[in-house]
């Protein structure tokens, strides 16, 4: 009996003692529960001030779009009435009149009638153009540009009469203007003066080629070439030298090649001979013994000996200890 009532006040003592330890870690846990809370807030917090800031920037972005499109609306809208202005009291711009023309009109920026690179602007000058005016009609230093309201592109850059600035040439339709091709037709890249390398060798011309590597025009018979398309000069290069045959490439028939596969009789430097006039059959170079050239049909072709094999001049082919005379 008496043990039974030490069980009943030990058990008694336990969960009294439980009870007292819950009750006072429960503030302890409310703590942790608040700053738990309190964090979750400030997360949120930062991450609403972070998309409200990107907010701002798209909109700031937005409102200088926008503010760009209605000044350029405004821009073409005061060309189109200043136009409308001139052409009722019958004034044309043309090189002549354009200087008067913008006296009346400054804020006016057009075509020029016939070349699609060239435009007016009434409201400024290019002074890398305008440079090469006759400043007076007594002081005559250069005339190769009629006025400072006459303005060029950039290549291969051409002026929009839609956005009226310069636009790559793939974006503008020229209609019947002259779309330029070459950057020699452009006037800041021509030579005004002496002791300047002639433009049409600092730019090879693709104008008339057909697709593809040529020889550059004006540099004779060189490993310089340049690649055309659609009228145009792409880029323009050095043939790197053949390794296998070691010795300098050239352009000739749309590509790079060396030396001994260039026909004598297409140029005096080429080292392959003609065929004309001799049987088919395997012949000799006389610059060298590791190759020879075969005849067919009239036609030559060049052909290296495998490695480590001479051609032989009595047997007519690549030979191990080949005799070649």
Known sequence: MDNLRLLSASTIIFFTLLLLTKIRSQPLID???QQRSNIYTDMEIDK?????NDFEDRLEKMTLQVNT????????????VDLMRMYSMGETPEDETIDTICSKHPELIMKTSNDCHTY??????DTTLSAWIRLTQWIYIYNFWPSKYKHECLYPFVFSTKTLQCENYTDVDCGSRFLPTWECRYFRNQCKLSHCIPCDVRFPNCENKSDGLWPQPLRGFSPWYMICEN???LTTGECPDDKEWKAPSFPYNGECVHLFVIPNDYDSNGLLPSCKEK???NYQYKERCDAFYKCENGTASAIK???NTIFDSVKR????GGICS
């Open 120 to 125: 007016y602007n009434c409201s400024g000058e």
């Open 69 to 80: 499109v209605q000044a350029n609306k405004d821009s073409l809208y005061g060309n189109y």
């Open 279 to 281: 049987v088919d059959g």
């Open 48 to 52: 609403m001030k972070t998309l409200l």
């Open 231 to 233: 009228n145009r000069t």
């Open 31 to 33: 703590n942790v529960d």
């Open 317 to 320: 082919s690549c030979e191990v």
């Open 305 to 307: 000996c495998p490695q």
